[in-house]
């Protein structure tokens, strides 16, 4: 397909029906996009919106998410999921804090460096923050290209790779307004999804996302919010939850790996949030 036509299906969708209301596409402040590119990371935009501005009111700049508590931190966390985001939400901003300065780094090595932060977040906070114009692709943007481009694409294994993507987003970028073109190119893949069926079914990197209910993410949240009430023994944990039907092995292995990530911490034989 002929780059400037793609461009105009593309910029013309998002005139008429771009999400223009979303509070993070009002502001070109590094910090507040970093903080919404984490959210979004497989997580619904309706989930998001009823976090965000809570999320900023609690932590409203990087020096007072840097020193936050751990227990603060998830209990403003709480709903979004995925924890361990929390947790590299802060480790980066801890670490502008000490090795920038307090500055956004505008490059992309220096945002891959910080935790939490691979190709779309620094692809997205470059364009949406800074307005330089660097290739990233994230789902959206994923379904676009596969649904104009790879039209004859195989599901599974055999399906598109993102190595057979970049050089199309980079063929097609829009350098001299990046925040608008990818704005756009994630509208539309919105858009293909809700009228197709998802084009990034295509993608040899497609994976279904496991439910909630029953998965140990459900466990590692639940036994959280337990310890957030305060500091438990571990033989108390361990009773709680084998009481609750969940496999003795499962807990030990849980409590290890949230110690590990830095989540609890022992102290007085009794265990805390961090």
Do not use: C
């Amino acid at each position: 397909m002929n780059t400037q036509r793609f461009r105009n299906i593309i910029l013309n969708h998002h005139a008429a029906h771009g999400r223009h209301d979303l509070p993070w596409r009002k502001t070109r402040d590094p910090y507040r996009i970093l903080v919404s590119e984490i959210m979004l990371q497989q997580t619904q935009v309706a989930r998001v919106l009823s976090k965000y501005e809570e999320f900023l009111k609690a932590f409203p700049t990087l020096e007072a998410l840097a020193s936050a508590s751990t227990a603060k931190l998830l209990s403003t966390w709480k709903g979004l999921g995925y924890n361990r985001r929390a947790l590299n939400l802060r480790r980066a901003a801890e670490e502008i804090m000490s090795k920038h300065g307090g500055t956004f780094p505008r490059t992309a090595d220096a945002l891959e460096a910080l935790p939490g932060i691979g190709q779309s977040t620094r692809g997205a906070i470059m364009a949406f923050a800074f307005g330089i114009a660097t290739p990233f692709i994230e789902t959206n943007i994923r379904a676009v290209y596969i649904h104009h481009f790879f039209k004859g694409a195989k599901t599974g294994k055999e399906g598109v790779t993102d190595k057979e993507i970049a050089p199309l987003i980079e063929r097609t970028l829009h350098t001299k307004d990046p925040r608008t073109w990818y704005y756009a190119l994630m509208d539309y893949g919105v858009h293909l999804k809700a009228t197709m069926p998802n084009p990034s079914r295509k993608s040899a990197h497609h994976a279904k996302q496991s439910p909630f209910k029953g998965s140990n993410r459900e466990m590692r949240s639940h036994m959280l919010q337990f310890i957030m009430k305060g500091p438990k023994g571990h033989k108390d944990i361990l009773r709680h939850f084998v009481n609750q039907g969940f496999p003795s092995t499962q807990v030990e292995k849980n409590l290890e790996a949230l110690q590990r990530e830095g989540f609890v911490s022992l102290k007085r034989n009794r265990l805390s949030i961090t």
